[in-house]
């Protein structure tokens, strides 16, 4: 089985920055994509960042494009999303996801990622 672990979460004033870390682990698994979703309070999980296998190809949703930044070390099995220009809209909780197999090479849909984390909340206050 494979494990995924978001980490970086917190409170932070608007305008400010936040790095958020997922560490992958277990079983190998296929090269795959991985990517970033959120769920703010009684809204469904939405895409926010999506990042290829070798990390040449990223997708950003509109709201976050120009201030969240996604990347990968494929050596230290870990994902990360750079958060800045952060609004009290990014208020959410934050899961990383990874697809099972190398056929996803990106995606902006929660259908294509088999594994994921518990979430990290992220908090942007006014």
């Known amino acids: 089985q494979v494990q995924l672990a978001e980490s970086g979460g917190g409170l932070v004033q608007a305008g400010g920055s936040l790095r958020l870390s997922c560490a992958v682990s277990g079983r190998t698994v296929s090269s795959s994509a991985m990517a970033w979703f959120r769920q703010a309070p009684g809204k469904e999980r939405e895409f926010v960042a999506a990042i290829s296998w070798i990390g040449t190809s990223t997708r950003y949703a509109d709201s976050v494009r120009g201030r969240f930044t996604i990347s990968r070390d494929n050596a230290k099995n870990a994902l990360y999303l750079q958060m800045n220009a952060l609004k009290p809209e990014d208020t959410a909780v934050y899961y990383c996801?990874?697809?099972?197999?190398?056929?996803?090479?990106?995606?902006?849909?929660?259908?294509?990622?088999?594994?994921w984390g518990q979430g990290t909340q992220v908090t942007v206050s006014s």
């Open positions: 996801g990874k697809a099972s197999t190398a056929a996803v090479t990106i995606s902006v849909t929660q259908a294509a990622y088999n594994y």
